[in-house]
């Protein structure tokens, strides 16, 4: 069954933890995306890997960090700098190339804060 | 240059009706525009995607309207059913898959029998 998956569904965060969002994809996709989602903000870009061992800011990457390590696992960490982590974040993939910029969406992860 | 500009924030339609969503671009590069459905607690799907090179894309109810001159495109959904109830997404990104989608703010649907 292939797809992106996200865990865990929930995740609640104490205050000064750092939490890690899980994003798996089976897809061969060669980019990976996490976006973070409040409501009225729409989706908002926080870093995107398009190759193992490599990855960028997005618009809002300040108190997030991410590593990519293999090709299908893109995690997420929330630090402790990030002031408002209470969101839903969404992890995406794609195919690099022309013709080939659809972005699939994994199921979320929702974290809140104690 | 980034922005993609979505309206209306939220739309209520009757069963049957016409559900009508704009967006707006300035970036020239852009090439590429999709529309997502997201229904709550989920991840946003893919629902209709065009290229400039036409001017209208239909998928059963769903038709994308794209307008090269006016960096514009909108989404319509015809027969809109309360099964349609979500929240839309438009996007845009220049051709090569090589930069993210740069999103709209959203439209929350709700088709009211």
């Known amino acids: 069954d292939g797809g992106i998956t996200q865990s865990p569904k929930y995740l609640f965060r104490k205050e000064g933890q750092n939490v890690t969002l899980s994003c798996e994809q089976n897809?061969?996709?060669?980019?990976m995306y996490w976006y973070r989602q409040d409501p009225g903000q729409g989706l908002r870009l926080i870093y995107y890997?398009?190759?193992?061992?490599?990855?960028q800011k997005g618009d809002i990457a300040e108190g997030y960090s991410v590593s990519r390590e293999k090709k299908e696992s893109f995690p997420l960490t929330v630090t402790s700098a990030q002031k408002n982590p209470t969101a839903f974040y969404l992890c995406?993939?794609?195919?690099?190339?022309?013709?080939?910029?659809?972005?699939?969406f994994g199921p979320g992860t929702r974290l809140l804060v104690l | 240059q980034q922005q993609v500009k979505q309206s209306p924030q939220s739309l209520i339609v009757q069963k049957g009706g016409i559900s009508i969503i704009n967006c707006a671009y300035e970036n020239t590069a852009f090439d590429y525009f999709p529309w997502y459905q997201q229904f709550p607690g989920k991840g946003p799907a893919l629902l209709i995607a065009?290229?400039?090179?036409?001017s209208e894309k239909k998928e059963g109810r769903f038709t994308i309207s794209f307008n090269k001159s006016a960096k514009q495109f909108s989404l319509h959904i015809m027969d809109s059913q309360p099964g349609d109830s979500a929240t839309y997404f438009c996007a845009a990104s220049p051709l090569g898959g090589n930069t993210p989608l740069v999103f709209g703010k959203g439209t929350r649907l709700s088709v009211i029998a």
């Open positions: 065009i290229r400039p090179d036409v």
């Open positions: 995406a993939s794609s195919i690099i190339g022309q013709g080939q910029e659809t972005q699939y």
């Open positions: 897809l061969n996709h060669d980019a």
């Open positions: 890997s398009q190759i193992v061992n490599d990855f």
